[in-house]
């Protein structure tokens, strides 16, 4: 049987990441990147697609486990009838190779472990050609890559498998490392272990412990905070929205994405997370990746790149590989990166008016692209969309596209003050969001609900409908915002968390089917401390909080009949909704992530006064 997806933990360097089980085995590596082919893609296979498991070789008793606090420092404890063990897992941060060190420390009586190593490149798929030298160190090869594994044991091979066996007694310890190279490479030198966990140890706490106090919750935060880094592409500053590929939203099911891309919409939510929190240098490094990735024609602007900002994104499917759970297919890429979603003109342009009021540094890019925007956007928001659900069907109207171009207009004209003819440019702004406005609130609203709609025409809802709280689009108190969120509630809600939309809105050509998205409960909630139903907010963020693994770490989505996470893992828009929320409900103001909308002559002084 698969292991669950909450039974696993992440370590990573900011270049790549692992997922390992709690029984010890690392089910999914992709190196050097997050989106290079899998070395270990058990996760979406069986072992024989690879994996390197190191565990006792006799029952276990009890299985604890834990980050070093404030790290990425992972710590498995195994107890048996004979003994205790620890098994510490890491990648060190500031290696030119990515490796994975695994050491297990005694820690009582006599434990003894195996390790099992399958090595499988090109997502399961390549056996490499495999040396053993000196019977402690083993070579894989498989075209450009190249794996070293490095220990004090004897390697044995097992057919197409490398199998080691050895015993830890109290204060002794065994070391592994495996490290990637390009195979035309000399084979790297080997690197002291103990120096790079003190390292990677100072790297980790150097970060986190800028993490600033929330209350009762900073623990989570912090842990929140962490993963995010953890999903950033240091060399670019890229966010991914995932360290993993077709993990599915139902089981069994078709709805399987690889989200091992830069999405502008998660990443900028994740951008105005660090800002949140204070950390403007990852703000500062997402913004130049932004710059850098939307350049050129407004036309061309995508919904997602690559981790250096690469444009083509090819989706294609891996029938070798039976899918987790066997969920099918397996994709490799994501064809949504050629899509319309109008709302991500709107997370950009609130992102960087943030920027502004939070004294980041400014970047000349930024002002010719919103020149260069607003004329295409003038026309493009008028038109449909795929959404920000992504819908792989016909276009339709969203209300919330319409509302997040709407943003983008409204931001631009606040912050258009210091760019050349810059108050013409803020009132043609101004105008055009006026007309979005009203459009949206006579087409986007059905009287007959009480509630605006997913898309126009439709009676549909749509959790996505709760931003037009949160980025002020309409005030709180407004009684159509009322009737909207009183008919998710009634409509959306399952075992007290959100579905993304109506289970009868169908979007696609896919089954229908899935678990309750967590983002939107996280928005839910903020809308609850905008309504000042703080109570309320409460419950919901400790009901979201409770379905956090052992480690806390959070999928995508969560299934509360099966009571299990589904979806790719761990997921940035999560753990964005852990920090946003936790802010609000610590500070009791207006949510983190976007502002109560103030009039705009308040607008133009604050943004005017702090640029």
């Known amino acids: 049987m698969a292991t669950r997806i909450e039974d696993y933990a992440l370590i990573g360097n900011c270049r790549t990441a692992a997922l390992v089980s709690k029984e010890g085995s690392i089910d999914w590596l992709c190196f050097p990147r997050f989106d290079a082919g899998a070395c270990f893609a058990a996760l979406l296979g069986t072992p024989e697609n690879g994996r390197w498991q190191i565990a006792p070789a006799a029952p276990v008793r009890n299985i604890t486990r834990a980050y070093r606090d404030g790290t990425l420092i992972l710590e498995t404890t195994f107890t048996t009838d004979d003994g ?27 434990v003894r472990f195996d390790m099992d190593l399958l090595i499988r490149f090109d997502y399961g798929r390549s056996v490499p050609w495999v040396e053993t030298h000196h019977t402690q160190t083993l070579t894989a090869v498989a075209g450009p890559e190249l794996l070293v594994l490095r220990c004090a044991t004897p390697l044995e091979g097992h057919g197409e498998k490398t199998t080691s066996s050895f015993t830890v007694t109290e204060g002794e310890h065994q070391l592994f490392t495996l490290s990637h190279q390009p195979s035309h490479e000399r084979v790297a030198d080997p690197f002291d272990a103990a120096a790079a966990l003190a390292e990677t140890e100072y790297f980790w706490h150097e970060f986190s412990s800028r993490c600033p106090d929330v209350g009762r919750w900073s623990g ?80 061309q602007m995508q919904i997602m790149y690559g981790l250096g900002g690469e444009r083509r994104l090819p989706e294609y499917e891996l029938p070798w590989l039976p899918g987790y759970e066997n969920s099918q297919p397996v994709r490799i890429g994501n064809a949504a990166a050629k899509q319309t979603q109008l709302d991500v003109y709107g ?50 109207h969203f209300t919330h596209s319409k509302v997040m171009a709407w943003v983008a207009f409204d931001r631009i004209s606040i912050v258009a003050g210091s760019m050349k003819n810059g108050r013409e440019f803020s009132d043609n702004c101004r105008r055009i969001a006026d007309e979005i406005h009203a459009e949206v609130c006579a087409q986007g609203f059905n009287a007959e609900l009480g509630s605006f709609v997913q898309h126009y025409g439709s009676t ?75 109570d309320d907010a409460r419950a919901l963020f400790e009901r979201l909080a409770s379905l956090c693994n052992d480690v806390g770490l959070l999928a995508e989505q969560y299934d509360p009949h099966e009571r299990r996470m589904l979806g790719n893992f761990p997921q940035a828009f999560s753990h964005v909704g852990i920090i946003n929320t936790a802010l609000n409900l610590y500070r009791t103001k207006a949510p983190a992530q976007k502002r109560a909308h103030p009039e705009p002559a308040a607008q133009a002084s604050l943004f005017n006064n702090n640029s």
């Open 460 to 534: 549909c809802l749509d959790a996505s409908l709760l931003q037009i709280a949160l980025t002020g689009f309409l005030p709180p108190e407004d009684p159509r915002v009322l009737g909207t969120v009183a008919a998710i509630e009634k409509r959306l809600m399952r075992d007290g968390l959100l579905l993304r939309y109506d289970s009868e809105a169908r979007l696609d050509g896919l089954p229908p089917g899935e678990g309750t998205f967590l983002v939107c409960s996280f928005w839910l909630a903020d809308v609850y401390v905008l309504l000042g139903r703080d």
């Open 84 to 110: 205790v063990a620890t098994l510490i897992d890491f990648m060190p941060s500031t290696f030119t190779h990515s490796s994975v060190v695994r050491m297990v420390v005694g820690l009582k009586g006599v």
């Open 347 to 396: 997370e950009v342009a609130d992102a960087m008016a943030q920027a502004i009021e939070g004294h980041l540094p400014p970047h000349p890019r930024i002002e010719a692209i919103a020149e260069v925007i607003v004329p295409f956007l003038e026309k493009a928001w008028r038109e449909p969309d795929e959404g920000i659900w992504e819908i792989r069907a016909a276009k339709q």
């Open 220 to 299: 989570l935060v912090k842990r929140s905070l962490l993963t995010l880094k953890a999903l950033t592409y240091l060399p670019t500053g890229g966010i991914v929205a995932a360290v993993t590929t077709s993990l599915p939203e139902k089981l069994g099911g078709q709805r399987n994405w690889d989200y091992r891309y830069c999405w502008l919409r998660d990443a900028t939510m994740t951008l105005l997370a660090f800002m949140s929190l204070g950390y403007f240098e990852e703000a500062r490094s997402w913004r130049d990746w932004l710059s850098r990735s939307v350049a050129g024609n407004a036309d």
